[in-house]
C-alpha cells in the first residue's frame, strides 16, 4: 500500500542558492517515486544523517552459507561478495590525498541514497503497472510528486553540492538511466525540460552520465570497494 501527501514546490525566498540546487535536485531525481508507508513511519536513521565512518565499512559484506546435492551427496558451500584488489594510489601531493578522501567519504554519504531510489523506482514502476488505466496512473504520478517533494526536500538539504551532483551520477550508475530520461519517462518532457533549466542555473545538469571506464573511473573504483565491505 502506498500513500502520498505534500505541500509546496518552490523554496522559500530565505534559502541559498545551494539550497534551491538541492530542491531542484530531489525533485527532478524523486519526484516520480513514492516509498511505503510502513518505511515512513518507522525510525530508521536516513543515509543522510548518519556519520561517515572512515574506518569500517558501510556495507556489510555478504556471506551467504547453502548446500547442494551432488551425486546423492549434502556439499555446502559459501556465497561471498566480490573482493577487489586495486594497486596502491600514490598522490603527488597532500592536496590529491584530501580530494581522494572527500570521493570516499562522499561516496559513503551518498551510495545508499542512490540505492534506495533505485529500489523505490522499481517499486513505483511495479505499483504503477497494477492500475487500471493511463488516467490512474497519472492522478497517482501527480500525488506522488507531492509527496516525495515534501518528504525528499529537507533530507536534500543535508547534502553539500558536491554530493549532490555526485548522487545524480550514482543513481544513473544504479538505474543506467539519467535523472532527465528518468523524469522524462515518468512526468514527460515538459517538466523534465524545466527541472533541467533550473539545475543548469545553478552549474549542474540532470542529463549527466555515468563513465565507470573513463572520467568516472576513481569514483567507480570507490564505489566498488564501498558496496564489497571493502570501505
Not at 556471506?63 to 586495486?86: A, F, H, P, T
Not at 518528504?151 to 539519467?178: A, F, H
Request: charged share 25%; net charge positive; glycine share 4%.
Amino acid at each position: 500500500m502506498y500513500f502520498c501527501s505534500g505541500y509546496g514546490i518552490f523554496p522559500a525566498p530565505q534559502d541559498t542558492s545551494a539550497h534551491i540546487l538541492k530542491k531542484a535536485f530531489v525533485i527532478a531525481l524523486c519526484t516520480f517515486l513514492c516509498l511505503p508507508s510502513a518505511a515512513q513511519k518507522s525510525k530508521k536513521v536516513n543515509p543522510e544523517d548518519r556519520k561517515v565512518d572512515m574506518d569500517s565499512p558501510t556495507f556489510v559484506p555478504m556471506v551467504r552459507v547453502g548446500k547442494v546435492l551432488e551425486g546423492g551427496d549434502s556439499i555446502k558451500y559459501v556465497e561471498m561478495s566480490n573482493v577487489y584488489v586495486y594497486a596502491p594510489i600514490t598522490f603527488k601531493n597532500e592536496r590529491q590525498r584530501k580530494a581522494y578522501n572527500r570521493l570516499v567519504h562522499n561516496v559513503k554519504k551518498v551510495l545508499p541514497i542512490a540505492k534506495e531510489v533505485n529500489r523505490a523506482i522499481i517499486e513505483t514502476y511495479e505499483y504503477l503497472s497494477t492500475l487500471p488505466d493511463q488516467k490512474a496512473r497519472e492522478e497517482h504520478l501527480k500525488l506522488v510528486e507531492k509527496s516525495v517533494k515534501a518528504q525528499y526536500t529537507p533530507r536534500m538539504k543535508r547534502l553539500t553540492l558536491s554530493q549532490g551532483k555526485l548522487l545524480i551520477k550514482l543513481i544513473y550508475r544504479e538505474t543506467n538511466s539519467s535523472s532527465y530520461q528518468l523524469v522524462q519517462a515518468f512526468l514527460g518532457s515538459s517538466k523534465a525540460v524545466f527541472y533541467q533549466t533550473f539545475a543548469w542555473m545553478f552549474g549542474a545538469s540532470l542529463k549527466k552520465e555515468y563513465d565507470p571506464e573513463g572520467k568516472d573511473r576513481l569514483t567507480e573504483r570507490v564505489v566498488r570497494l564501498v558496496e564489497a565491505g571493502q570501505l
